[in-house]
């Protein structure tokens, strides 16, 4: 069963130092607006990237329309190997994004900061599992209500808690994103799922 990440693990994952905020996570209402954000940091990784931009998707809960959301802007970047760094992250750096995080044993993924800060760029070579895996969660959340609802309705207990680091609030999540992964292809809810409700994967 995968585990909620450790602080040893977030310290290790991280570039530089990992941003503890001990304290709730704050869930915005939707804004119309963030579509519009996402297009201009898009644009801005397709002229640093050009045709090493294999796939690029506006994901996470600010994608969905009507779903309460942190605002901060997911995007997800696929190129053809998400390991070899010096292919993507020396021209992302000259349009301001910030390497933050490189998880190399979870799919050689890595996270940048988007100029200013509103925004997570996901990056994953092209073909990673984990890509289908977050659109079939998007779109699953765009096309249903009810998983929306009940989606948003975890988010805000959970949220209404205080943790240590935001990857802590993420982790706890993973129990209610795996329930809703496992409907969306008509499968019983996956039973790994420790009995405090902790996560059976990455989210």
Not at 63 to 75: N, T
Not at 161 to 168: D, G, I, L, M, S
């Amino acid at each position: 069963m995968t585990q909620p990440l450790s602080d040893a693990e977030i310290r290790a994952a991280t570039v530089g130092e990992p941003h503890a905020v001990n304290s709730t996570i704050h869930l915005a209402d939707y804004d119309p607006a963030w579509p519009g954000i996402y297009d201009g940091l898009a644009a801005r990784i397709h002229a640093a990237l050009g045709e090493d931009v294999r796939l690029l998707e506006h994901v996470g809960s600010t994608s969905v329309p009507g779903l309460a959301a942190k605002p901060i802007i997911d995007l997800l970047l696929a190129v053809p190997d998400s390991a070899d760094e010096a292919t993507y992250v020396p021209p992302l750096e000259q349009e301001g994004f910030v390497l933050r995080i490189r998880e190399r044993d979870w799919y050689e993924h890595r996270v940048l900061k988007t100029p200013g800060s509103n925004g997570n760029l996901h990056v994953f070579t092209e073909g990673c599992e984990e890509i289908e895996r977050m659109l079939r969660f998007r779109d699953r959340l765009r096309s249903h209500t009810g998983d929306r609802v009940r989606y948003e309705n975890a988010k805000r207990e959970l949220a209404a808690r205080t943790w240590k680091y935001v990857q802590n609030y993420a982790d706890a999540k993973s129990a209610i994103v795996e329930e809703i992964l496992a409907t969306s292809l008509g499968e019983p809810p996956s039973r790994d799922v420790d009995e405090e409700g902790g996560p059976a994967g990455r989210s």
